[in-house]
């Protein structure tokens, strides 16, 4: 896809405007989603969005807009809606565009060369595959609620008048499968997902085996007392509770006092073994790319080392404000955003303890799967209380399922009780964790 022929288009009409700088932003992509069900295709979707999107200073106001259009009276109209934002913006000093750099990672695995020639009946084949294979997992497996494949090739552009020019294209696709279970009665859905830059890349198999034991796991679950006990979270579980965290981390909440970490870099506040990054450029991550959203180079950034905060998340602007280098954190929610600060990989590093080693330490307590109501937690005062599901463990062993829990706490306090973390790290979106063990938690049940 040429993308240069539209950034070229607007320079053309940038040009003896008033302006002091600009940035332009070319974005397009081929996105494929396939639904199938009771072994037929329920739908299919091809879509071809391509836009660009212009940011502009001009006394010290920054302007954006955007088009989706890309003829020139259109292209036009972005400029003079660019211009006119500009001026009506209150003048911030902190406002410019990134220097170029000389030169940008190398991440060859970011594109699947095979993936656009593949013919399309395999893509179907491949949907169809996962509903047969996830109801092979277990008799009580009775039906699938969705099974879908999808893809996206797709296109990045960046370019200021500073000499930026940051191009790069990438690929992706996902499977994803929800499956019910039917026993004595009750009924539990279980749902899985993978996601890789390769076609190659995604285990069908491990897909269906995890959605459909997820399904079968809770089927003719109990009942607990409350009781403040040991508890394991599943790498899933650890993960959503980190992505709460994820927004302490960046510059921009800490300077506004919306963060938990404000002002605490040099602390000891998790445990010695706890470390976090960011790394952008992580093999198959689904943030992964060798510029961020402004054209910086992405890197690996060290959040939190053996337990110690060691500092936060910028962009351009708010390390210019603050006083800090770029650590390439400026992400786009498309063409229709203006780029912000935000996270690429973040993730908990792995330990060495298997799930059997998490268990052991474990004398009555629970190993907790599933979490509801996430998004409820608190994410500047860190406080949350979530329902539950999972098994009550007894002498390191699991001894049945268990559902109607609710997990109440802190997160720092939370993470700062972790006495041993897993070996299967796992991204869900954006963010990944392993699975973690808890020194005590509180748990409300019946």
Known sequence: MELTQ?????????????????????????????????????????????GVSLRLLSGKGMGFSYSTALDEASLSRMVEGALVAAQVQTPDEFLAFPESSPSYPDTPWLFDPELPALDES????????????????????????????????????????????????????????SAVAESGGDAQTGWDYAFSPSFAGVDLAAVARGAGRKATALLGART????????????????????VLAGSFLAENVHKGKSLLAGRVGEKLFPEFFSVRDNGLLPGG??????????????????????????????????????????????????????RVGTHNLHLEPGDAGLTSLL?????????????????????????????????????EIRYPVKGLALAGN???????????????????PTGSPSLRIAELAVSGT
């Not at 997160?411 to 973390?421: A, S």
Request: proline share 3%; with cysteine.
């Open 411 to 429: 997160l720092l306090e939370l993470f700062g009780r972790v006495d041993q973390v897993g070996s299967d790290l796992r991204f869900f979106g």
């Open 122 to 177: 395999l893509k179907v084949g491949r949907a169809l595959e996962l509903e047969r294979l996830v109801l092979d997992v277990d008799p009580r497996v009775k039906r699938v609620r969705k099974c879908s494949y999808g893809e996206s090739i797709y296109h990045s552009l960046v370019r200021n008048s500073l000499g930026l020019n940051a191009a790069y294209s990438g690929t992706y696709n996902t499977c994803s499968v």
């Open 286 to 339: 689904m943030g992964s790319a060798p510029c961020d959203g402004e054209g910086v180079p992405q890197r690996d950034t060290a959040l939190v080392v053996s337990g110690v905060l060691q500092g936060y998340l910028y962009d351009s602007y708010w390390g210019r404000r603050l006083g800090e280098r770029s650590t390439g954190n400026a992400v786009r929610g498309g063409i229709k955003n203006p780029p």
């Open 360 to 396: 052991s330490g474990v004398g009555k307590g629970v190993y907790i799967t599933e979490v509801m109501g996430m998004h409820t937690a608190n994410p500047i005062s860190g406080d949350f209380s979530v329902g539950a599901a999972g098994f009550y463990v007894e002498d390191g």
């Open 224 to 243: 607990l007392t409350t009781m403040r006990c040991p508890a394991v979270l599943d790498n899933r579980v650890a993960a959503a509770l980190l992505d």
């Open 6 to 50: 539209h950034a070229d288009a607007v320079e053309r009409l940038l040009k003896g405007r008033q302006i002091d700088a600009y940035e332009i932003a070319v974005a397009g992509s081929r996105d494929l989603a396939i639904e199938v069900k009771q072994g037929k295709v329920d739908a299919f979707r091809v879509a071809e969005p391509l």
